[in-house]
């Protein structure tokens, strides 16, 4: 690498709100964005809620010439809906499925049966090896009472975790995706602590785009307005995040979000804005190591906040459980109790009109019951990670001078 | 690090067979290994099938003052078995559930419900960082015709990713386990090849233990004989794999393994054999990188034999699906045809009487087919990720000079 080095990667984030059947125009908001992306050739196109595999192929198709490689992460029932198109070659691409992802009884939200995931990408641009990561979090349907909230944090947790592990050889890390958490939430305090990622739209001089960043805004004709009833600006749940190790600088030169329309025709291409940042990565001399101490009272926060809310989690998965557990054992007795009654010939059409809603409780509860306890059981493996770090973490303020563990050379490798 | 330093690493393996209630002697087994462990002072015992969290916790009570760290791998309904019992702290700790385990109707092999998983911890030793791996794999219960062998060969592909993809700043990577895979069964090529992970049995010259180095044997008095009929010497399914990056040089001192007995008392441990294994990494000149052609062959050859594997998984499983959405379809119109005969009032009690097996086969049929889908997603998944490789490997043995990618890296680092 020359010392004058310097590195310009453009790179595009779209949660596209590709639903078969159900999203408005899609065909058409596909095709507009293939157009668009070919025009403006970008370095990285990362595309989330691209749920029909033939949408992905149509783009693929299109982008070819532009954008040589591509990959869609295929996981659970409906897919991950995540896909990347890219100028360069992908050199290893993987994926990381969430271990927790909602509740598959709650088909009305559809998130359990997509697989939602973490995809990895790494690919050599002038000489630098750079891991980029697209993820898409479970949706925030209430944000009053969001009884997903648990879930959406030990994904957080994962996602950073996955990044942490993952990425300890790449000099530069990005990772661009719908995380449906706003700026200040937990799961995005936990992940930017964690992993040392840096925010574009806070770290960026030139950002041009709707207010406070937001990527959901009233004036996007496909937002239901009444979602955003409490956020008259929009909500910032889009982001682009990256760091470099230790003698790189990485900056985000300039920063772009639609507005509500898709920048040529006045359409927009989604319910989401698209972001389009332009980042700069350069040598910079090795910096001075901040103080532990100064720098880990944040993380050694957010990640209590964080154990307390995998903890409440967890309790309430075992709760679940066990509610679970008592309503098949009693759907057990039930049927039972019909089966004598139907051999006695007493009440025999009432006995058999009583079976099938039985069994269906007893199989009912009984599904519950494992999935709660496989959800506990998911929450507490993420708690204990979790409390791990924090153990750690704690370890190393109270004697900076046992900096043994992999957080310190994150830390120093930041620029 | 001095240039003569040495460092030398004890480690032990077991598969512990505790299954509650179904194993037999489990109380008394886990009991004498704590006293065995506490005898023998390893730097690390990794464990596989400590279903039960209370096992693992009066291991760890007694194991504290030799072993002060420990780690329970919860994953699954049932969880993962896997824990590890630690001389050295652990740095960090994460872990991979397999997408792929098996099918939730096959309730009397129960894998399923396992959550079968790869631990992965890091340790800092003598100024080297230290990726230890444990895992357990889908068990093989039909040689002959073994309907989880697609699962077994994506499980082996994800443990190789995972382990390439979160060890690059390793400085030795070991991998214990049971993996249900002879030694040249296609999932354990695979893995060796795409890691570059040596075999402890194959490269010690000092080895004590059964003929062949097998873990299951005869003579174990808990091992299903009829299981081994065609395998009179044994079967060799768990293992010791390790590698070190360039400038390392890792080699296995002595391999030990239980003949069926435990090594005191006489009564074995578990009804599969214990490895207790030395360890040495020292220091040594990087060597010249082998000829990638020659290094690349069996290396493409065994990735083209999984992609069949996986291809053939994968139309197996869509297969399936599609039978099962017949299926659903037919229960739905048999259904419908029931209500319109109760309506009639015709026929009404033997309507009554086929309504609750309709509703199974609909629910049934319904969920076989969601499974099956997601089968057949995961399955094309591994495959695409194979296939990347593949093409890659390829590339770079038509044109040596185009050697970009990691596998190089890989390659280069391994003793």
Request: with cysteine.
């Amino acid at each position: 690498m020359k010392p004058n080095f310097s590195l310009r990667l453009r790179v595009f984030n779209l949660n596209c709100w590709g639903i078969p059947y159900l999203s408005k125009h899609r065909a058409d908001r596909v095709k507009r964005l293939g157009d668009f992306l070919n025009r403006e050739s970008f370095d990285l196109a990362l595309l989330e809620e691209v749920w029909s595999e033939q949408d992905f192929q149509y783009l693929r198709q299109k982008l070819l010439p532009a954008y040589p490689a591509a990959h869609y992460f295929r996981s659970g029932i409906i897919g991950s809906g995540l896909c990347v198109f890219s100028k360069h070659p992908i050199q290893e691409f993987t994926q990381h499925v969430f271990t927790l992802n909602g509740y598959p009884y709650m088909i009305h939200h559809g998130d359990w049966f997509c697989g939602k995931a973490v995809g990895l990408l790494v690919l050599h641009l002038g000489g630098l090896v750079l891991n980029a990561y697209v993820t898409h979090l479970h949706a925030e349907y209430n944000r009053q009472k969001d009884i997903y909230l648990a879930h959406r944090v030990a994904q957080a947790w994962e996602l950073a975790q996955f990044i942490h592990h993952t990425s300890k050889k790449a000099d530069v890390v990005l990772l661009c995706g719908d995380l449906n958490l706003h700026p200040k939430d937990l799961g995005c305090r936990l992940l930017k602590e964690w992993t040392g990622l840096h925010d574009a739209f806070l770290e960026t001089r030139d950002f041009k785009g709707p207010e406070e960043g937001c990527t959901m805004v009233p004036e996007n004709c496909y937002v239901n307005r009444q979602e955003l009833e409490q956020f008259p600006l929009g909500i910032r749940i889009d982001y682009v995040l990256y760091k470099a190790v230790s003698g790189l600088y990485i900056s985000c030169k300039t920063l772009r979000t639609t507005t509500g329309h898709e920048p040529h025709s006045g359409s927009p291409l989604s319910d989401h804005e698209a972001l389009m940042a332009t980042l700069c990565v350069r040598h910079s001399p090795p910096q001075h190591n901040p103080s532990p101490t100064h720098e880990r009272s944040p993380l050694i926060s957010v990640l209590r906040e964080a154990w307390a809310e995998l903890d409440q989690g967890m309790a309430q998965g075992r709760w679940w459980a066990t509610i679970a557990g008592y309503v098949t054992g009693l759907g057990l007795l039930l049927l039972a109790l019909l089966c004598a009654l139907a051999a006695g010939g007493e009440i025999r059409e009432v006995a058999v009109l009583l079976w099938t809603p039985s069994v269906g409780l007893v199989l009912g509860a009984g599904a519950f019951y494992l999935f709660h306890v496989q959800e506990a059981k998911g929450l507490c493996r993420a708690r204990a990670e979790l409390q791990h770090v924090l153990g750690r973490a704690r370890e190393a303020q109270d004697q900076p001078a046992l900096l043994l563990g992999q957080q310190e050379g994150d830390r120093a490798e930041e620029q």
